[in-house]
């Protein structure tokens, strides 16, 4: 019985360090929502056009810039960034060398900041 539960544990443990344990815990991908004041801008992100309130879902891999754009408003910039995500030390308390690899591969190894975004667009003078 012990052997049988000692072996079920490596084999979850060897399935986290495998599989990489940010990329289970959050996954690559992020959905950030969009937002302005007034709504009806167009936000234009990773190469796709949204208007204003939506959501989109987006790679891990990379900070995105944005530009909310509506007639009669000055354009308003803003970033997603990247950053590191804490799941990632487990890969490396775990000895998980293939995780952390397919962590950085995928996009799992970051999260993106914020999952929010709110901008109030200023009338053109």
Known sequence: ??????????????TFAVSGCATIAHGTVTTVRLNSTPQGA??????????????IALKNTQA???V???????DTYYTIDKY??????????????????????????????PQEVNVNLSPKK
Do not use: H, R
């Not at 000895?95 to 190894?109: C, E, F, S």
């Open 64 to 66: 995105y810039p944005i």
């Open 84 to 113: 590191m995500s804490g799941w990632v030390w487990g890969n490396i308390v775990f000895g998980g060398l293939i995780g952390l690899v397919i962590d950085n591969m995928t996009g799992g190894a970051y999260k993106l900041v």
């Open 68 to 74: 909310f754009k509506k007639d009669g408003y000055e």
């Open 1 to 14: 019985m012990v052997k049988k539960v000692a072996g079920t544990i490596l084999v979850i443990l060897y």
């Open 42 to 55: 167009t936000a234009m992100v990773g190469g796709s056009m949204v208007v204003t309130p939506s959501s």
